[in-house]
């Protein structure tokens, strides 16, 4: 797939690279200030979630450890299940803890809120969300965002971690999806 072929799979651009990579920037430093003097756990939500990690990893001047979980709940349709299954569980006991969790996106906020959840009952001190987008559903449901990239109107998105079919992922800005191209 030449460059060409992706451009024509979008319908509009969401946000630049230089978009995300101010945010983060912005982010960061609050994350520093919120933290300070405390270890934190940054918790990736795979797969989507790998390129913000990264970005704000190093973006962070504290020190963090980093850990991963996958888990599953669109399989590779673009409406959520609510069913959420662990796929790759974390190799970090949260006891005592301050956890944040790094998600690319919130929707219907079901997988979030269930995520969670989960990490809390295993004893951390802390349980925060940061997320690089969120769509307006996710204000339906009852929970606590702490760091907010960007709000992006509802459209199915693509790009910065973002699949449809595991495509996508690999650009550095965020898009709307052609409707041709899952119709
Ligand atoms: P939620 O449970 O909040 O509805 O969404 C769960 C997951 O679905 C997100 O973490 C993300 O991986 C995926 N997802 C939600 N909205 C979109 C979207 O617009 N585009 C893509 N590619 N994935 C999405
Ligand atoms: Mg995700
Ligand atoms: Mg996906």
Redesign the pocket.
Known sequence: MDSQDVQADLKEILCTKEQIQERIEELAAQIDKDYEGRDLLIVG?LK?AVMVMADLARALHSHVTMDWMAVS??GSG?Q?S?VVRIIKDLETDLMGKHVLIV??????????SWLKANLESRGPASVEIFTMFR?P??AKVEIDVKYVGKDIPN????GYG???AEK?RNLGFVGSLAPHVYA
Do not use: C, H
């Open positions: 939500v989507g709940s669109y673009t959520s609510g998600e690319d996106i919130i929707d219907s906020g079901l997988t979030l769509k559903e996710a459209e199915f998105v693509v973002l699949d449809y996508y």
